[in-house]
C-alpha cells in the first residue's frame, strides 16, 4: 500500500509501509533545522553568505520561541531561505527566474513542505507572494536587519556583537553611506508588517546573534 504523510515542515514522499516506517523514523531522529543546514552547505560555499544566512536562522529561533511557534522550522526556513543565491542571485528581480525560485524548486522536488517554499518566497518582494502568516512576516522582517547588524558589529572596535545595542544600530541606520545596500525601508516596513516596534525587533535580533557569537564571527577581538 503507497502512503505519504508530512513530518514536521518536511513532506515524506509516498512509499510502502515498512520502507517509510524506517524513513520516518530517521527522520524523526534529525531535526528540520540540521536537514536545512546541509543543504545550505551543499548549495553555498561563501563564507559571508553562509554567516547571514545562520544569522537569519538565528533569528527566526529567537522569535519563534518568544512566540510560541515551531523553533525547528522556523529555524530551517531561516538556514534555507538564501540557499540559491549564490549560483542564481537574480540581480535582475525576475519574477519567475534565478532567486529564490530556483532554490524553492528544489525543495519541493526535494520533498519540503509548502510551509517552507511559500515563506521562503515571501521574503522577496518582487515574487509577488504576500506575506500572511507570523513566520512569512519574521522572515521578511529579520533578512536585511540581521545582516546591517552584522555589519555594525564589524565596524565596532571589538568586532563583537556583545557591543552593539540598539542605539547604535539605529545611528548606522541614519548614515547612508554605511552598509548602502541594505535597504531600511525594508527594515522599518518588517517590523511594521509584524506589528512591532522597531527598537523591540532590533533588540530580538541582536540578542538572537549573541547567542552565536563564535559561528558567526562576532565574538570579538581582545582590546
Not at 561563501?46 to 545562520?54: A, G, I, N, Q, V
Not at 534565478?98 to 528544489?106: A, L, N, R, S
Not at 518582494?125 to 555589519?151: C, H, Q, W
Not at 527598537?199 to 565574538?219: P, T
Amino acid at each position: 500500500m503507497q502512503i505519504g504523510s508530512n513530518v514536521g515542515g518536511l513532506s515524506v514522499p509516498s512509499l510502502d509501509r515498512k520502507t517509510q516506517a524506517k524513513g520516518a523514523n530517521h527522520i524523526m531522529s534529525e531535526t528540520l533545522a540540521s536537514r536545512a543546514l546541509e543543504v545550505l552547505h551543499e548549495w553555498v560555499r561563501s563564507e559571508s553568505l553562509r554567516k547571514h544566512c545562520y544569522a537569519v536562522a538565528d533569528s527566526m529561533k529567537r522569535f519563534a520561541q518568544q512566540n510560541g511557534a515551531d523553533a525547528d522550522l522556523w529555524e530551517a526556513v531561516g538556514l534555507l531561505h538564501d540557499m540559491d543565491y549564490e549560483r542564481h542571485p537574480n540581480l535582475e528581480r525576475s519574477s519567475s527566474e534565478g532567486h529564490p525560485f530556483v532554490g524553492v524548486t528544489w525543495l519541493r522536488e526535494n520533498g519540503w513542505s509548502e510551509e517552507v517554499c511559500r515563506a521562503i518566497l515571501s521574503h522577496a518582494d518582487y515574487a509577488n507572494v504576500s506575506r500572511e502568516t507570523p513566520m512569512e512576516k519574521t522572515l521578511y522582517a529579520v533578512d536585511e536587519l540581521s545582516g546591517f547588524i552584522i555589519a555594525v558589529a564589524l565596524v565596532r572596535p571589538t568586532k563583537s556583537i556583545h557591543d552593539v545595542d540598539v542605539r547604535a544600530v539605529k545611528k548606522k541606520m541614519k548614515d547612508k553611506a554605511f552598509a548602502r545596500a541594505v535597504n531600511r525601508d525594508d527594515i522599518v516596513r518588517g517590523a511594521a508588517e509584524l506589528g512591532m516596534p522597531l527598537d523591540n525587533v532590533i533588540a530580538g535580533v541582536i540578542d538572537a546573534l549573541k547567542s552565536d557569537g563564535e559561528r558567526l564571527g562576532l565574538a570579538g577581538t581582545a582590546n
